[in-house]
């Protein structure tokens, strides 16, 4: 029963039943710093993860 | 979590404004709230002709969207920067820019750095040593003079960046760390025109760099996600994920350092207030920009040595 993130190719396996919020801090991914998406669609913290979830999360820093 | 405006569920939520919208009212929220911003700081009108610094990246290309949306004359400004890095980063950028101009029948000026000057950014910066072996300070010197360069030559009324305030709160967050009064005093969201200097502006300058993202997913904005090859260690970027993790903590946190910035500024309530009369500024003999100090500005200063290492080999 387990979801998986991914974040720039590398990927972190999370438990089902989650929410995307307690996902991101137990992989020690800083809320603020992605945009989490399920299947193309944009999904908020609050969204509990099942299992076979697949999300995609995109980076939103950029600059030099 | 449901949208604030239809009760449907939520695509973004904004912590920083307890706000959370659907994907069709966020579409709506952007362009309201530029409008505000523009209207605001008094960036610029719908009568006046908008250049648009494009880089291919979110920000820029939805800066440009929102603009064209909201029916301001806005062109587009693409400037090649020759960077590679293993990745094709200058031509990716540059063909997802000449893309979006195309789909949305736009007017997009491209300056090649390397046709203009003889060569890239990196070879710039090797030759003239200047940057502690990144090209980021002759890349951004380069860009701010050509960028003023086109809008001055080709008539523009106003120059527009993306800067988002990710960007302007990790700016001034350095410029704080080290009280650099004269960069203090220059930020804002518009820089007026002076001689030989193009209006700047930033209507982007309060939305989250978060925001922007979500932006161009919601709008199917095709930007380049890969980091400049370069930017990987920068200042910038750190003091964006040390920010990141203050508004992780205390939402609005960036939004409240940035506002209240701002308004201590126009109240005349920083200390470097009294330093501004000092800031004059002199005319390039050769390109007649500004610069700090009298004699060439650093970019013809820039050129010239490269001239000169190019005459000895």
Known sequence: MTAKLILRGKEYEVRAGMTLLDALKKSNIVPEAVIATRDGEMILDDEILKDGDVVKLIAVISGG | ?313
Not at chain 2, 198 to 204: F, G, Q, S
């Open chain 2, 1 to 313: 979590m449901k949208c604030r405006k239809c009760g449907s569920k939520a695509h973004v939520n904004m912590r920083q404004h307890k706000l959370a919208l659907c994907r069709e009212h966020y579409l709506e929220w952007v362009p309201e709230q530029t409008e505000r911003f523009i209207k605001k700081y008094g960036m610029f009108t719908r009568d006046e002709k908008v250049l648009v610094a494009v880089s291919g990246g979110k920000d820029s290309l939805s800066l440009w969207d929102i603009l064209v949306r909201l029916g301001y004359q806005a062109d587009g400004l693409y400037i090649g920067l020759g960077i590679d890095g293993g990745i094709g980063y200058s031509h990716e950028s540059q063909r997802l820019t000449e893309k979006f101009a195309n789909e949305h029948d736009l007017k997009l000026h491209i300056v090649d750095i390397e046709k203009e000057y003889g060569q890239s950014i990196p070879v710039l910066s090797e030759m003239t040593h200047r940057g502690k072996g990144k090209p980021c300070s002759v890349c951004g010197l380069t860009k701010r003079h050509e960028m003023n360069r086109i809008a001055r030559d080709l008539g523009y009324d106003v120059l527009a960046t993306g800067h988002n305030l990710d960007d302007e709160a990790a700016v001034l967050f350095g410029n704080t760390l080290t009280w650099t009064s004269e960069y203090l005093l220059r930020q804002g969201p518009v820089l007026p025109s002076t001689e030989g200097l193009a209006r700047k502006v930033k209507p982007l300058c309060r939305f989250y760099e978060r925001e922007m993202t979500a932006y161009c997913l919601a709008r199917g904005i095709e930007y380049i996600y890969e980091e400049c090859p370069f930017a990987e260690g920068s200042t910038s970027i750190y003091y964006k994920e040390l920010l990141n993790q203050l508004e992780n903590v205390r939402p609005g946190a960036k939004l409240i350092f940035y506002l209240k910035f701002l308004e201590a500024r126009r109240r005349g309530d920083l200390f470097v207030e009294q330093n501004e009369a000092q800031a004059h500024l002199h005319s390039c003999p050769k390109c007649r920009q500004p610069t700090s100090a009298p004699g060439l500005c650093s970019f013809c200063r820039l050129m010239e040595k490269t001239q000169q290492l190019d005459t000895v080999s």
